[in-house]
């Protein structure tokens, strides 16, 4: 435990040091204010932002999408992972396409969403759930594939049926394997929106940046970027923490 | 050398079982594998039977056959005089060779897991499953995930989510296989100590020719794939025996005559396992 703390410190005076020296040569016009602002500013230009609440749709909108395309691709991913790995068949023929799947850029059909379904959320959930769900399936049927036989022979040997043994052993056991899933599910569908929304969308936080960026105005748009970043790092330290804590069970806290 | 005097109840019995894993068709074509039999045997209510084999001979195949896990081939298996075939019937408890315990369970849920499930009141649950756990000597353990304990402790774990069902027939597929051969002594009397206070029927398998000598009130020795009994040798043993009878010489006798039916079986199972294998078939 104390190498950890030791580790996260020397982590934390990293971050702080970058940020320092980055303040420091914004502030002595070691870079130009109109290319990047002072973090300070930033924070407080964020600051104003978020106190006037005009930011408030935009951010329900946004985190609302990220949330919902990151509900349905772990769902619908882990029922198709299920499914996949009850077909044998069915997953040789694919495997070669989750092999590659992220080799290829995904987001070069955007366009084409957007042609058939207008500029609604429509091409945005569906080009996040695109990103997204391969992960979660990837994830699942590897866990599946790491569920031990002899926990098959446990559940007969209980007499379970096969509700009982998926829920009760095959899901506990598979579980961490599910969770990576569920962690590059939520980074995937963070990423998947934003863009989506950077490039073509009517509102989002994304479109915002846009915006900023077009208007030159560097105080909104550095604001906008530190508020994304602050609510992917909070998401991925809660699923990290939760990850921590799983781990340290199964090994016996000596992870 | 004559079996215990105990009466002679048939509990569990196995009529020309065979068994042949099927040819698996498709990329790594494999060829069909006879794996079992024919085995005609009578387990007896309450004794311990041990099986002895060489590796790959069967065991586990023949221990899955009896249990309802998997269906013979050829041939029938009954336990207390109901057929068994593709479901394990209540009363049987098994404890496999590899390890089962659940990770993510803490022992005392492990071991409670079977209880739970069958809608036991929380009270007698509780009741039990601290007996089994205090049993198995884990109850400093009680609260650890089985990634703290040692893999002979998570067998124990094992062995305890069985105990708790309170099963009639309790099967062991070389539960200590992977424990070195001073700690599998000591494991022995164990089962012992288990098997005298439940009064149930024990088949154990090992490979350890003195583990099952010391143990058994009869070992059945296996031929090499396909598993056959080759010679079923009753021990004599008193029923409050542990592992000091290692020291006597009937011991000596009773190994000695298991090493003298196994060495060659043995040997087919090392040099030309594929050789004999298909000119079995
Ligand atoms: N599911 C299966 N499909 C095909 N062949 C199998 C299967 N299970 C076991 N076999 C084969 O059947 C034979 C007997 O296997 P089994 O596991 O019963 O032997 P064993 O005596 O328990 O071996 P060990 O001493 O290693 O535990 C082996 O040759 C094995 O390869
Ligand atoms: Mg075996």
Redesign the pocket.
Known sequence: MAIMTRIGLIRLVVIAALIGALELACRTGLIDHRIIIAPSEMASALWTLLASGSLDADIARTLGLIGLVTALSIVLGFAAGIAIHALPRLREALDPFFATYYAVPVFIFYPVLIAIFGLSLMPIVLIGVATAIVAMIIATLNGLDRVPRVLDKVARVHRLGRIATALQLQLPAAAPYLFTGIKLAVSYGFIAVIAAEFILSPAGLGRDIADAYADFNNRRMYALILFLLIVATLINAVLHGLDMRFAARRSGGRA | MNAAPVPREVHAELKGVTRI?PAVPGAGAKLP?H?LGPIDLDLVRGEFFAVV?P???????FLEVLAGLQKPTAGSVSFEGKPVGGHVPEGIGVVF?EDASFPWLTVWHNVAFGLRRNGVAAAEVRRRVEDAIAFMGLKDFAGAYPSQLSGGMRQRVCIARTLVLQPRLILLD?PFGALDAQTRLLMGDEVLRLWRRTGATVLLIT?ALDEAAMLADRIGAMSA?P?RFIEIIATGWPRDRDSTIVGEAAFGEITGRLWERLRSESLKALGHSGVSAMAAE
Do not use: D, L, W
């Open positions: 894993y594998v794996a084999g590796s790959g001979c069967g065991k586990s195949t060779q070389e490979h794939r598993g």
